[in-house]
């Protein structure tokens, strides 16, 4: 936060960004909260009206579980996984599972077609995608022409085959997990973007000016293929603040 100060010069000059040695976004935003195990993190509310509770010591749990089970499936530090859900727990379950291995989420609008969602696929390598039941025929339909796509899970709605039930992956997931020691200037996160080919736990930091491409090319529909580019774990720190 602001130092209060004399004048808006005063604050200018004195301003310096903490970045840590060692950050992990998956930590930053769950972790360390769940000491407290009934502080509220959470409030889902589906279309049916019925309203759930988390705790970040339940999404932390959570997220345990999941990071276990994709480290047992070979999903490692520097890979890519899609996310392609609306607003839901598992978003969120899903998002600090893959920040705690050290992996690069990809986040995916679920009204993206399927050439958006398969461009977009195929650019980042995505190694593992989780969907749910209404956008799941979109990931069938290019699944074979998706090289490097080895593992899909559903959150809700039919399982069909090869494809894994996102719950029962998570009961099958030990609670304990130990998140990688990622360093400051690290790449957790990417929109869009060609595989990366720094080492993932040495990557560098990426500017703040390149946002404006994501929103341009990325997020909003287009007659162009979309901008590519990284944002960096550490940018969360100014982004809070902001906030």
């Known amino acids: 936060m602001l130092k209060k100060k004399e004048t808006y010069e005063d604050v200018y000059q004195s301003f310096e960004w903490q970045i840590p040695e060692y950050y992990n976004m998956g930590v930053d935003v769950c972790d360390k909260h769940a000491h407290q195990r009934y502080r509220l993190a959470l409030i889902y509310e589906d279309e049916s009206g019925q309203v759930e509770k988390y705790t970040f010591w339940r999404l932390k749990r959570l997220s345990n579980q999941f990071a276990n089970a994709l480290k ?54 995505a190694k593992c995608i989780v969907t ?29 085959e090869r494809v894994i039930a996102f719950w029962e992956a998570i009961e099958k997931g030990a609670i304990d997990f130990s998140p990688i020691k ?41 007659t162009f293929s979309p901008k590519k580019m990284i944002v960096s774990g550490p940018r969360r720190t100014g982004h809070g603040s902001v906030v």
């Not at 090289?147 to 399982?159: A, D, E, Q, T």
């Not at 973007?193 to 000016?209: C, E, H, N, S, Y």
Request: net charge positive.
């Open 182 to 222: 990622t360093r400051g200037p690290t790449i957790p996160r990417c929109l869009r973007t060609p595989p990366v080919q720094q080492d993932p736990l040495r990557a560098p930091f990426m500017p703040i000016g390149c946002f404006w491409d994501i929103f341009r090319g990325s997020n909003f529909p287009t």
């Open 72 to 125: 047992a499936l070979g999903f490692d530090a520097g890979d890519r996984m899609g996310i392609l859900l609306p607003q839901c727990p598992e978003t969120g379950i899903s998002h600090i599972a893959v920040y705690k291995i050290g992996g690069i989420v990809i986040p995916l609008f679920t009204l993206f077609g399927v050439d958006a969602l398969e461009y977009r696929l195929i650019n980042s390598e």
């Open 132 to 160: 749910n039941g209404e956008n799941l025929h979109k990931v069938l339909k290019i699944w074979d022409r998706l090289p490097h796509l080895k593992h899909v899970f559903v959150s809700c709605g039919k399982k069909e």
